[in-house]
């Protein structure tokens, strides 16, 4: 099975501009999180979707929206990029995100905003 | 904020030795979670152990689970070279969300 698919690998931006990060999941997998990983805050859970429905979401500014397609497929966005935009996204999938599902991690795509 | 602490930050030990590291955390769980990641790459999970246990084993990993303390620790024994990278813990309740904690880098000296 392929594992958890992010593109782009690395992207720059200036602020200001707005940013759409895609997410492939592992075949079957219906629930996709996606994460913010910065030196200064670590890991900050941003929202999940499962079945096309964002289940949970985290503590982060309207500018940060998200999908789910009906291929389980997700995709990120970010409007008008502040330079503390900067950070690691991270994608992980799991089947259907119940308790005690362990997460798959992309590699996840490295944003720069200057 | 929900999210949880790992002691310590930085841990730098030589091959062979064990690593201890400690997650605390604020909320009540129904699981918490260990994961690994390596030079800024994705997480790779490592262990789960459920609210109503207190050990559980993994090959050379081992980790506890105090409840009444709301902490956990994980244990790598024999460490090796490849073992260099930052440990993460994650807590999950009843949102189903996992709330990861500030992590643990640790060096293993050849």
């Known amino acids: 099975k392929a594992g958890v698919t992010q593109t782009p690998r690395y992207l720059i931006k200036t602020r200001g501009q707005q940013v759409t990060l895609s997410c492939s999941p592992i075949?079957?997998?219906?629930?996709v999180s996606w994460y913010q990983q910065t030196p200064g805050q670590g890991l900050q859970f941003l929202f999940e979707?499962?079945?096309?429905?964002?289940?949970n979401k985290g503590n982060f500014p309207g500018r940060f929206s998200g999908r789910q397609f009906s291929n389980s497929r997700s995709e990120m966005n970010v409007s008008t990029l502040e330079l503390g935009d900067s950070a690691l996204y991270l994608c992980?999938?799991?089947?259907?995100?119940?308790?005690?599902?362990?997460?798959?991690f992309g590699s996840g795509t490295q944003l720069s905003v200057l | 904020s929900q999210q949880g602490e790992e002691d310590p930050q930085a841990l730098s030990i030589q091959e062979g030795e064990n690593a201890t590291m400690n997650c605390s955390y604020k909320?009540?769980?129904?699981?918490l979670q260990w994961y690994r990641q390596n030079s800024g790459r994705g997480l790779v999970h490592l262990i789960l152990?459920?609210?109503?246990?207190r050990e559980k084993h993994s090959g050379r990993l081992r980790v506890t689970l105090d409840t009444s303390k709301k902490s956990s620790s994980l244990l790598i024994t024999a460490s090796r070279a490849a073992d260099t990278a930052s440990y993460f813990c994650?807590?999950?309740?009843?949102?189903?969300?996992?709330?990861f904690g500030t992590g643990t880098l640790l060096a293993v000296q050849p």
């Open positions: 152990i459920r609210s109503n246990e």
């Open positions: 979707y499962f079945s096309e429905t964002q289940r």
């Open positions: 992980a999938s799991r089947s259907t995100g119940g308790v005690g599902e362990k997460l798959f």
């Open positions: 075949s079957g997998h219906r629930s």
């Open positions: 994650a807590h999950g309740g009843a949102t189903n969300k996992l709330i």
């Open positions: 909320t009540s769980i129904n699981n």
